[in-house]
């Protein structure tokens, strides 16, 4: 028993390994606020301090889902208002995000200079001994690639101002690495803003290769959001935001809108999005691509990988026995549904190629490389 939990635990820092790519230790960035910047127009966008429970509600969780929800975080409100609350763990990646859900409309920001933060760490004063990250999305889909640049909280004693970010801060990156080559932000292609995201994570975005924050402080950590907005020389007409932004679960990928589709369409949309969000599911893909790694480096079967990272996650979430095997059998009902939900397509699927495969041969040409 000691023996397979002590494997699997090599298993998991041999899968870390060789998905982590080269990193270098990253220097701590300089705080940008500067009094120039905090003289300048403020416009928030996400004003927490004024209406906490309605804005909390359009940021949702982007949390490292490798194995099963390794580190984990969400905004809490409460008397003091929204807190971004979370406990990183580096082991199996270790990062804490939240991002706002997909704006229907994006904002037109082209008048600022930049984007601040206003928060304050309050769990402990190591503002520096984590990277924060802040990012921008110009493009209507949610993938990987978004704009990033470094900010950081005021600490717990509260002195200092908001970070001001100007958007040639901003670079593009593919999660913590930067994409080579590209130009940076522009106030030109902030015309059209689809979404902002924080980041907490031991990798900084300064270069081409990650950087490692020299002694990281893991575990729990916990932010006041005051505001996020723009800056410049002018107020930014920005419309009131809670409108634009459609409902989305944690983790998902974001809605397509229906607009004066008919009813059956509608209708269609609801039945079909459950399942779809349950086959194409990004949890189930990570922890597949989990599984598979783990299989490569000695598990025995798929279902032996499942076993392993139930353990890796029961002990690092602190479950009971029962708990961490009702969360295993929970994972693996999804899973078999999912498939069982695309058993019809990848029948039809080969029922085609097949088809074409068999015409092919029988007038004499060569048949389709496999699938
Ligand atoms: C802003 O960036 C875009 C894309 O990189 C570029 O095409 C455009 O020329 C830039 N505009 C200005 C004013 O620099
Ligand atoms: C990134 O890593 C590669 C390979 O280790 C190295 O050749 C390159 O100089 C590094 N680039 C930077 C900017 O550190």
């Known amino acids: ?14 899968a870390t390994a060789l998905v982590s790519p080269r990193f270098a230790l990253r220097r701590t960035p300089p705080l940008r606020s500067t009094t120039a910047a905090y003289e300048r127009e403020r416009t928030p966008v996400f004003n927490f301090d004024a209406a906490p429970e309605a804005t909390a ?25 929204a807190e971004w609350r979370g406990i990183v763990r ?9 991002r706002t859900a997909a704006l229907d409309a994006p904002l037109d920001l082209s008048k600022a200079d930049g984007v601040y933060v206003d928060a304050i760490l309050t769990s402990d004063a190591d503002v520096a001994r984590r990277a924060w990250k802040l990012t921008l999305r110009t493009a209507a889909s ?9 900010w950081a909280p005021r600490g717990p004693d509260g002195v200092g101002g908001p970070t001001f970010v100007p958007f040639s801060d901003f670079k593009l990156v593919r999660g913590p690495r930067i994409v080579e080559g590209a130009p940076p932000l522009n106030a030109t292609q902030c015309a059209s803003v689809y979404g902002f995201g924080l980041t907490l994570s031991r990798f900084g975005a300064a270069s081409v290769n990650m950087t490692e924050v020299e002694n990281f402080r893991d575990g729990p950590f916990a932010v006041k959001l005051n505001a996020v907005g723009v800056y ?23 809605r397509p ?26 949890e189930g893909r990570r922890r597949r ?17 499942r076993v392993y990272g139930q353990r890796v996650v029961k002990r690092m979430r ?30 039809a699927f080969r029922a085609i190629f097949g088809t074409v495969r068999l015409i092919r041969r029988l007038r004499g040409k060569k048949a389709l490389p496999a699938l």
């Open 57 to 81: 509600a359009l940021w949702e969780r982007i949390d490292d889902v490798v194995m099963g929800g390794v580190s984990s975080s969400k905004i809490v409100v409460g008397d003091g208002g």
């Open 90 to 98: 580096t082991d199996g990646g270790g990062f804490c995000g939240t």
């Open 142 to 150: 949610r993938s990987e690639i978004v704009y990033s640049a470094e």
């Open 232 to 254: 410049g020389d002018q107020k930014v007409d920005v419309p009131a935001i809670g409108k634009n932004v459609q409902e989305s679960k944690p983790n998902s990928a974001g």
């Open 1 to 14: 028993m000691l023996r397979s939990t002590a494997l699997c635990i090599a298993l998991l820092q041999a």
């Open 257 to 282: 809108t229906i607009k004066n589709n008919g009813l059956i369409l509608g209708l269609a949309l609801t039945v079909l999005r459950p399942i779809a969000s349950l086959v194409f599911s990004e």
């Open 289 to 305: 691509q989990a599984r598979r790694m783990l299989i490569k480096r000695g598990c025995k079967s798929d279902w032996a990988a």
């Open 318 to 347: 602190g479950l009971g026995a029962g708990a961490a095997r009702l969360e295993g059998l929970r994972e693996f009902a999804k899973d078999a549904a999912a498939y069982a939900l695309s058993f019809p397509l990848r029948l």
